[in-house]
């Protein structure tokens, strides 16, 4: 069955420090990847997305994310958190004809 | 401000009561979705229209109802609460495609239900 995973139910980084964000999909083929931002109290955001070509994905808000085709994963990266950025985030997938399939999200809290 | 518009936003039900989650989208998307997400599980598609008049059954369907009238609107009804039922729901809106082309899906706020 086709799936989204995030390992990492809770992550906490320092502010200024880098973050990686883990997600691993099980798809037939490669699908559609996405990454969205949900702020307290708010819906999702797109942050980024991949359909093809160039496997480093730059997105809103200094984020960027990387597919690996050997390791059925696009991992979400920042080079320095901010407090800001403390919030959930959800990897998602989505095959043509078929509707999208979320992780089950990663909660990220920045410590001063 | 554009975008797709929930209400209520917080809602507390007896088991056994009914309602609506309202949802109005004012960008002309042909698709619509309602999502419920729960704690750890990330978001589970509940139903989904592609165009007025045309509703289908997503992931966890069972208990709720859905109706397409007009592009703008996608009401999705609670008929017999239970306290399963409690969760977040959350509403999007994409143009074809599934949210493929373009900016994907916008989601709404959300409406906050606990069924008692």
């Known amino acids: 069955a086709q799936s989204v995973t995030q390992p990492d139910i809770h992550i906490t980084v320092s502010e200024g420090a880098s973050l990686e964000l883990r997600c691993n999909y099980s798809?037939?083929?490669?699908?559609?990847l996405f990454w969205y931002v949900q702020s307290p109290g708010q819906g999702l955001q797109l942050l980024l997305k991949?359909?093809?070509?160039?496997?480093l994905v730059q997105g809103i808000k200094g984020f960027e994310a990387e597919f690996k085709r050997s390791q059925s994963s696009f991992n979400l990266r920042k080079p320095s958190v901010h407090w800001s950025d403390a919030a959930e985030y959800f990897c998602?997938?989505?095959?043509?004809?078929?509707?999208?399939?979320f992780g089950g999200g990663t909660r990220l809290m920045v410590k001063p | 401000n554009a975008g797709v518009t929930q209400t209520p936003k917080f809602r507390i039900l007896k088991i056994g009561q009914s309602m609506t989650l309202q949802c109005t989208q004012d960008?002309?998307?042909?698709?619509m979705y309602w999502y419920r997400q729960d704690p750890g599980m990330g978001l589970k598609l509940i139903y989904y229209?592609?165009?007025?008049?045309?509703?289908d059954k997503g992931e966890v369907p069972n208990g709720y109802n859905v109706s397409r009238s007009t592009t703008e609107d996608f009401p999705l009804r609670l008929e017999l609460a239970a306290p399963s039922q409690t969760s977040v729901y959350f509403c999007?809106?994409?143009?074809?495609?599934?949210?493929?082309?373009?900016?994907?899906?916008?989601f709404g706020s959300g409406t906050r239900l606990t069924v008692v």
């Open positions: 960008m002309n998307h042909n698709y």
């Open positions: 991949y359909f093809s070509g160039d496997t």
């Open positions: 998602a997938a989505i095959e043509a004809g078929n509707m999208l399939t």
């Open positions: 229209s592609v165009g007025a008049g045309i509703t």
């Open positions: 999007a809106s994409s143009y074809v495609d599934y949210g493929i082309q373009g900016t994907g899906y916008t």
């Open positions: 798809y037939g083929a490669t699908p559609y």
